[in-house]
């Protein structure tokens, strides 16, 4: 999105509102859950990871035109907006750091100063997010970009910055969290979202209620962002429009509502507390965000992407279901044990999401993609030479994945499944900044390699060209030499 012009909001508060706070209290304790243990964030967040892969190209290309339509300004203030905790707090950031670091080298500029801001609701767990920053700055390094991280506490539903003062905002996987529960949720009964048996009204209750926030965010975003500023925001939809009830039978938040009315049967819940317990969520239709981003008028639209993706469960074997559901469930777990202890308390927790587990592996059949599948293949490109930029360049006879310039430490991954004839195959390119004089054009990928783990991994260093395939456990090999000719 590309900031056009300021748009001054009122802080609106009403009775209603303050009501309706008070039967939701829950919603006060929103927040990923932190530490670094084995139900955290920190660990369990590995779908947001892949969100934010997926965004890259996105980020990047945006990054690049902020810095030409600004002409490469002495200084950029970027906003993470829900930056949440742990190692993917930095991945944005460090994207930024590089693009700009690599772009600016490209065009013999002097990078800006980045002032880095971290937000996320106060009670985030900003201590294990500032630990990191030693780990950040390391991975860093080789950066010629001088570049300043600090904490800004507060909910993006409200003004978090001075006026005119953001170049970038960031958000990803913030943006479906509603402000507060809707109201009118009364006849959605045992159900924490919206399933297929919810009342009409229960879609049109949450739509309502997003429509408002998000309206609220992107007027004040443009209050806070400089002309010709940009936004790159990710967060979870839906493609289904001809019935906004549907929510197939694998939804995270309908097997939710499942495990807790086998919970409700146990005699472990009551009935009322599930009653009043509902998701502060919405998953909006790329129609619904472009109406409400035409109405509000601040922005406009430059790229509108949909990504299909759902937990991992889905179209599994039987030995495999088992695993899958733990996997999800310590993933919804980490996203909101919060919430539940705040309204049912900690007692059943562990018990709640051993019957999200079973029910997970009880829809391994399920075919609807709800939430990101893991493709069949991964092909990874790695920096670990001395000190330099290594440009790379991948392409197969259909698909060209385009430039991408890596620092020191940084990887480049690209996921895709293998055509129906098992015919793929990728050849890439890999140089030696600054000149790239010194590369190498290699074949990266064939479909006959896939009896193997589905990932290659393939590594520039000083001497050569090295290769890998499995995440774990199998040696290095080194391939190829550099060959010594002109980009």
Not at 68 to 75: A, R
């Given at each position: 999105?590309?900031?056009?012009c300021?748009?001054?909001?009122?802080?609106?508060?009403?009775?209603?509102?303050?009501?309706?706070?008070?039967?939701y209290?829950?919603?006060?304790?929103?927040?990923?859950?932190?530490?670094?243990?084995?139900?955290?964030y920190?660990?369990?967040?590995?779908?947001q990871?892949?969100?934010?892969a997926?965004?890259?190209?996105?980020?990047v290309?945006n990054?690049k035109?902020?810095m030409?339509?600004?002409?490469?300004?002495?200084?950029i203030?970027?906003?993470?907006?829900g930056?949440?905790?742990?190692?993917?707090?930095?991945?944005?950031?460090?994207?930024?750091?590089?693009?700009?670091n690599?772009?600016?080298?490209?065009?013999?500029?002097?990078?800006?100063?980045?002032?880095?801001?971290?937000?996320?609701?106060?009670?985030?767990?900003?201590?294990?997010?500032?630990?990191?920053?030693?780990?950040?700055?390391?991975k860093?390094?080789?950066?010629?970009?001088?570049?300043?991280v600090?904490?800004v506490?507060g909910?993006?539903?409200?003004?978090?910055?001075?006026?005119?003062?953001?170049?970038?905002?960031?958000?990803?996987y913030?943006?479906?969290?509603?402000?507060?529960?809707?109201?009118?949720?009364?006849?959605?009964?045992?159900?924490?979202?919206?399933?297929?048996?919810?009342?009409l009204?229960?879609y049109?209750a949450?739509?309502?209620?997003?429509?408002?926030?998000?309206t609220?965010?992107?007027?004040?975003?443009?209050?806070?962002?400089?002309?010709?500023?940009?936004?790159?925001?990710?967060?979870?939809?839906?493609?289904?429009?001809?019935n906004?009830l549907?929510r197939?039978?694998?939804?995270?938040?309908t097997l939710?509502?499942?495990?807790?009315?086998?919970?409700?049967?146990?005699?472990l819940?009551?009935?009322?507390?599930?009653?009043?317990f509902?998701?502060?969520?919405?998953?909006?239709?790329?129609?619904?965000?472009?109406?409400?981003v035409?109405?509000?008028?601040?922005?406009?639209?430059?790229?509108?992407?949909?990504?299909?993706?759902?937990?991992?469960?889905?179209?599994?074997?039987?030995?495999?279901?088992?695993?899958?559901?733990?996997n999800?469930?310590?993933?919804?777990?980490?996203?909101?044990?919060?919430?539940?202890?705040?309204?049912?308390?900690?007692?059943?927790?562990?018990?709640?999401?051993?019957?999200?587990?079973?029910?997970v592996?009880?829809?391994?059949g399920?075919?609807?993609?709800?939430?990101?599948?893991?493709e069949?293949?991964?092909l990874?490109?790695?920096?670990?030479?001395?000190?330099?930029?290594?440009?790379?360049?991948?392409?197969?006879?259909?698909?060209?994945?385009?430039d991408?310039?890596?620092?020191?430490?940084?990887?480049?991954?690209y996921?895709?499944?293998d055509?129906?004839w098992h015919?793929?195959?990728f050849?890439?390119?890999?140089?030696?900044?600054?000149?790239?004089?010194?590369?190498?054009?290699f074949e990266?990928?064939?479909?006959?390699?896939?009896?193997?783990?589905?990932?290659?991994?393939?590594?520039?260093?000083?001497?050569?060209?090295?290769?890998?395939?499995d995440?774990?456990?199998?040696?290095?090999?080194?391939?190829?030499?550099?060959?010594?000719?002109?980009?």
């Open positions: 999105m590309t900031c056009r300021d748009y001054k909001t009122e802080n609106e508060s009403s009775s209603g509102d303050e009501e309706r706070s008070s039967k209290s829950f919603v006060s304790a929103l927040c990923m859950s932190g530490g670094e243990g084995a139900n955290s920190s660990t369990n967040s590995l779908l990871r892949r969100a934010l997926k965004a890259k190209p996105v980020l290309k990054i035109e902020l030409m339509d600004l002409n490469f300004p002495k200084y203030k970027v906003a993470d907006l930056c949440s905790s742990g190692q993917n707090t930095f991945l944005a950031m460090s994207e930024i750091i590089n693009t700009i690599v772009f600016c080298q490209k065009w013999n500029q002097n990078p800006p100063e980045i002032d880095c801001c971290l937000n996320d609701l106060p009670n985030n767990d900003f201590n294990t997010t500032f630990k990191l920053i030693h780990s950040f700055k390391e860093n390094f080789t950066s010629k970009v001088p570049y300043f600090s904490g506490p909910s993006f539903y409200s003004r978090l910055f001075p006026r005119k003062s953001l170049h970038l905002v960031h958000s990803s913030g943006l479906h969290w509603l402000s507060k529960v809707p109201e009118g949720l009364e006849k959605n009964k045992m159900s924490v979202y919206i399933t297929a048996s919810s009342p009204s229960a049109k949450y739509l309502k209620q997003f429509q408002r926030d998000f609220t965010f992107l007027k004040l975003r443009s209050e806070e962002m400089v002309s010709n500023g940009r936004m790159v925001l990710t967060f979870i939809g839906r493609n289904n429009m001809d906004p549907h197939d039978c694998c939804h995270f938040w939710l509502s499942k495990s807790l009315h086998d919970l409700v049967i146990e005699g819940v009551s009935a009322s507390m599930v009653d009043s509902y998701m502060p969520f919405y998953d909006p239709s790329k129609e619904e965000v472009k109406e409400i035409g109405k509000e008028g601040s922005f406009e639209i430059k790229d509108l992407e949909a990504h299909e993706y759902d937990l991992g469960h889905c179209n599994q074997d039987q030995s495999k279901r088992s695993k899958s559901g733990q999800e469930a310590v993933y919804i777990r980490a996203v909101s044990e919060p919430l539940l202890v705040a309204h049912f308390g900690n007692a059943i927790i562990n018990r709640l999401f051993g019957k999200f587990a079973h029910h592996s009880q829809h391994a399920c075919r609807n993609k709800t939430t990101i599948v893991d069949k293949e991964t990874v490109l790695t920096n670990e030479l001395n000190n330099k930029i290594l440009a790379i360049h991948c392409k197969s006879k259909d698909d060209d994945l385009g991408h310039y890596l620092a020191v430490g940084q990887s480049q991954e996921k895709f499944r055509n129906l015919t793929t195959l050849w890439c390119h890999m140089g030696q900044g600054p000149d790239y004089k010194i590369q190498q054009v990266a990928y064939r479909s006959t390699w896939s009896k193997y783990v589905g990932y290659t991994y393939w590594i520039g260093r000083e001497d050569g060209i090295y290769f890998r395939q995440p774990h456990g199998l040696p290095l090999v080194k391939r190829y030499d550099w060959n010594l000719t002109a980009y």
